[in-house]
């Protein structure tokens, strides 16, 4: 059974950092692409950021470039998101998600296994 647990959320000042982790179980996670992907209240899901199976290729919304960093650790089954400079607009609960080859994607209907989310709330 595929399992995908995201840690690290909390309440952050804007200008202040994150980093959320998820932690893969039940599949061969060294062979497949990962992303994360938010959700902010009302809203459609958002691709964030994805990375590649070795982690030799990461992708970023125009919304997280210069500010996010995805990284994979796969002798640790483990994805993060870095998150610095956090604007209140990045208030979302935020999903790690499998893709279903190798190839990273940024179409939040394609990737095969969601975890079950983690609040990441940006106020003063």
């Known amino acids: 059974e595929v399992q995908l647990v995201e840690s690290g959320g909390g309440l952050v000042q804007p200008g202040g950092s994150l980093r959320l982790s998820c932690a893969a179980s039940?599949?061969?996670?060294?062979?497949?692409?990962m992303g994360w992907v938010r959700q902010a209240p009302g809203k459609a899901f958002e691709w964030v950021s994805s990375i590649n199976n070795d982690g030799g290729r990461t992708e970023y919304a125009d919304s997280a470039k210069g500010r996010f960093t995805i990284s994979r650790d796969n002798d640790k089954n483990s994805l993060y998101l870095q998150m610095n400079s956090l604007k209140p607009e990045d208030t979302a609960v935020y999903y790690c998600a499998a893709a279903q080859t190798v190839i990273p994607t940024r179409v939040p209907a394609d990737f095969r296994s969601w975890g079950q989310g983690t609040q990441v709330t940006v106020s003063s």
């Open positions: 039940g599949f061969t996670f060294s062979t497949y692409a």
